[in-house]
């Protein structure tokens, strides 16, 4: 299965042999390219992703020792993302499968996130357990809690209420000067401080005492109110004195906004019974989240390797071999689409 990702700013080809093993895994990353405006420029980025596609794909190819007529399908990610950037790879992996007359299957970005973890670099060694299990997915445009009960049967239990959870850490690297990208910066940076130089709040989600209201956001993270206090009331929850370094802010922005996740997410464990935690997505690569999870008892924490917690096109072809053997196949006319309605909260939780 030949996989390709393009829904934001990664250019990602990938040949990954029974959902499973890794043949190739290339990612042209456009950092250098964004990074003078500390974040994402969709008009760059689509522009790029047309400049890359062939020789990414191309050098997915070669590294996995193949031809093109060595491919069974062609997957591509097609919501939700960026819709010029998704356009480029979706229309690539239409015009590969049709004049190679082969299969084609459109994937959801975030049900490969969440498929991530049963990837390993070197091939097999996928998820050790069974479904049902919890999902965490946690990236620059969603912060997800919910449950999977297959590959594409999850049912969606918390999300934000405002802003996810690599936005503010993008946010507030943006604002402090730390640079880009905002995540990996922050984590580095918090290494050589204190997260207890600042004591910043955590949400609170309802009102009143009532047990109802609770229950409306138990699984449910707010980031705009933590990103507030960082950028403008600093010095209101300062505790230790001195000067101000910029790891102490680092590493106690880190630590609340990692508090507010494990929050919702252990009540999701506490409540499903739930023993197992799969996480995906760019922010699954913080070192105190997977700290933190780890030392939590009663509960197995299971992340991908690093280099497959951000955008790449092998969580897209692992996917997509799951749909082909099940004998589904996506129309020509499957199109891009920058948001997917299933991963919004309602009320009550919903199937997607």
């Known amino acids: 299965m030949l996989g390709i990702e393009t829904s934001c700013d990664e250019c990602a080809a990938a040949v990954v042999e029974d959902g499973e093993k890794i043949l190739s895994n290339v990612v042209a990353s456009q950092i250098p390219f964004h990074a003078a405006y500390s974040g994402v420029v969709p008009e760059i980025a689509s522009r790029k992703h047309t400049e890359w596609v062939y020789a990414v794909v191309q050098e997915a190819l070669e590294k996995a020792c193949l031809s093109a007529c060595d491919i069974d399908a062609v997957a591509a990610t097609n919501r939700p993302g960026l819709v010029g950037s998704l356009i480029v790879g979706l229309s690539f992996a239409k015009a590969f499968a049709w004049a190679r007359r082969l299969p084609f299957i459109a994937?959801?970005?975030?049900?490969?996130?969440?498929?991530?973890?049963?990837?390993?670099?070197?091939?097999?060694?996928?998820?050790?357990?069974?479904?049902?299990?919890?999902?965490?997915?946690?990236?620059?445009?969603?912060?997800?809690?919910?449950?999977?009960?297959?590959?594409?049967?999850?049912?969606?239990?918390?999300?934000?209420?405002?802003?996810?959870?690599?936005?503010?850490f993008d946010k507030v690297a943006k604002h402090y000067g730390f640079g880009y990208p905002g995540g990996k910066v922050i984590d580095e940076l918090s290494r050589a401080g204190d997260s207890g130089a600042f004591n910043f709040p955590m949400p609170r989600l309802h009102k009143g005492g009532g047990r109802g209201a609770a229950d409306v956001h138990r699984y449910d993270v707010s980031y705009s109110g933590l990103k507030t206090a960082v950028i403008n009331q600093l010095e209101s929850f300062r505790v230790k004195k001195g000067e101000i370094l910029p790891e102490d802010i680092a590493a106690s922005f880190q630590k609340t906004a990692v508090d507010i996740l494990l929050r919702a997410l252990f009540n999701a464990a506490d409540d499903t019974g739930l023993k197992t935690v799969a996480a995906g997505g760019g922010v699954a690569a913080n070192s105190y989240l997977r700290a933190a999870l780890a030392q939590r008892e009663g509960l197995l924490a299971v992340f991908p390797p690093f280099d497959l917690c951000t955008d790449n096109g092998a969580m897209v072809a692992g996917i997509a071999y799951h749909y082909l053997a099940r004998g589904d196949r996506s129309p020509a006319a499957a199109t891009a689409s920058s948001r997917v309605d299933g991963f919004k909260k309602k009320p009550l939780p919903r199937r997607v």
């Open 107 to 168: 994937v959801d970005h975030m049900l490969a996130h969440l498929y991530a973890p049963r990837l390993a670099a070197t091939g097999g060694g996928g998820l050790p357990c069974e479904y049902p299990f919890l999902g965490l997915l946690v990236s620059g445009g969603h912060t997800i809690i919910l449950r999977a009960d297959g590959f594409d049967d999850v049912t969606v239990l918390g999300t934000t209420i405002d802003d996810a959870a690599g936005e503010a």
